[in-house]
């Protein structure tokens, strides 16, 4: 019912910024819940910040919280992640998913569609 594709990954030095995208098809995106998550070689997948329907509420983990800014825009479609001050231990493949139950949650295995990832990775 939606598909999700990221972008705006790449290769940055510490400190610096990016912002990722999560485009995604449908009529009824603006009825989804919207994470992006992470997983970084060896590591399991973890949650970085979730946004409700109207983008009116958000939540993020510690590692990230104020560094880190998740925003959508229902009318384009898209939820951005804005990432700043990066550091080396936010290298990782960076996942959005959508959650169709109206649920604000990091739990990963509430959400039903997920992207293909963009690789993020950090260099000091």
């Known amino acids: 019912q939606v598909q999700l594709v990221e972008s705006g990954g790449g290769l940055v030095q510490a400190g610096d910024s990016l912002r990722l995208s999560c485009a995604a098809s449908?009529?009824?995106?603006?009825?989804?819940?919207v994470g992006w998550f992470r997983q970084a070689p060896g590591k399991e997948r973890e949650f970085v910040a979730v946004?409700?329907?109207?983008?009116?509420?958000?939540y993020y983990a510690d590692s990230v919280k104020g560094r880190f800014t998740i925003s959508r825009d229902n009318a384009k479609n898209t939820v951005y992640l804005q990432m700043n001050n990066l550091k080396l231990e936010d290298t990782a493949i960076y996942y959005c998913a959508a959650s169709g139950s109206g649920i604000v949650t990091g739990k990963a295995e509430r959400y039903n569609y997920w992207g293909q990832g963009t690789q993020v990775t950090v260099s000091s």
């Open positions: 449908g009529r009824t995106f603006s009825s989804y819940v």
């Open positions: 946004i409700d329907m109207s983008g009116s509420v958000t």
